[in-house]
């Protein structure tokens, strides 16, 4: 079994505004989930979508599996977003204070092997 990610890297905030359902103008109706003890990682790596087209990602967000609290289906919550047609945005405040707002690209549960669990979860942010 893999050691979870170091608390000390885990000191920033994630807001998540998950689309949940449409109004009656077709609108997206969204519902916020705040997770704690994440890390959040600049980047410009290039990653393939569901759509199978490149985009570049600006951040990587990490959501550890036992030291990141509430734990979410974050696979469950892209799937529900792109059958709705609507976009995931998480707010995220670093421990220094600074708080960005970005759009959910990508998400990757990495499991813990040999366990069944998910180790961490990364999600791909433009």
Known sequence: MLRP???VML???????????????QEAVYEDFTVNNVHI???NATKKNVSNEEVV???????DGR??????????????????????????TECTGQSMTYTVETVD????????????TEIGLV
Do not use: C, M
């Open 57 to 63: 990602l600006r951040a990587l967000l990490f959501i």
């Open 109 to 120: 549960a990495l499991p813990d092997v040999p366990a069944t669990r998910v180790h961490h």
């Open 11 to 25: 000191k920033d905030t994630a807001v998540f505004h998950v689309p949940t359902s449409l109004d009656k103008y």
């Open 5 to 7: 990610i170091p608390s």
């Open 41 to 43: 990682q600049p980047t």
């Open 67 to 92: 030291r990141s609290a509430p734990n979410y289906d974050y696979l469950a919550w892209q799937v529900a977003a792109e059958t709705i047609g609507a976009n995931i945005t998480v707010d995220v």
